[in-house]
């Protein structure tokens, strides 16, 4: 039983986390709705898993760095804890990107506004 993959996962979180926490964009800016958001898109990503096992399409398989412990068929615990990470990971990138080009604009106007940048 190995813990490497799932730790890995840990850890990465934990790093979006800390810039989430530095810039204030998802879960340290509105926690409640950023719990509502993400847990909303792990339950959309294990329907879309279910439903790809179901069909056949989607198989756990082996690997070393798994801890072997499985959640249902073809389910590592890993998955939900992937799943988590990726919503995660996509709403920090979303929320800094629109964060970004927000204050992009509003430098762009304030300089139209002051004569650009003679």
Known sequence: ???LYLGGLLLATFC???IDRRFRLFF???PRVAAVVTLLGVVLFLLWDVAG???GIF???QSQYLTGVVLGPEMP???PVFLTFLSLCTMIIYTGAAKFLRQ???QSRTSA???GDA
């Open 77 to 79: 615990l890993e998955e």
């Open 53 to 55: 096992i179901g069909l």
């Open 59 to 61: 198989l756990m398989g």
């Open 113 to 115: 506004r002051s004569g």
């Open 16 to 18: 979006m986390l800390l």
């Open 1 to 3: 039983m190995s813990f």
């Open 104 to 106: 992009r604009t509003e």
């Open 28 to 30: 340290f800016a509105d």
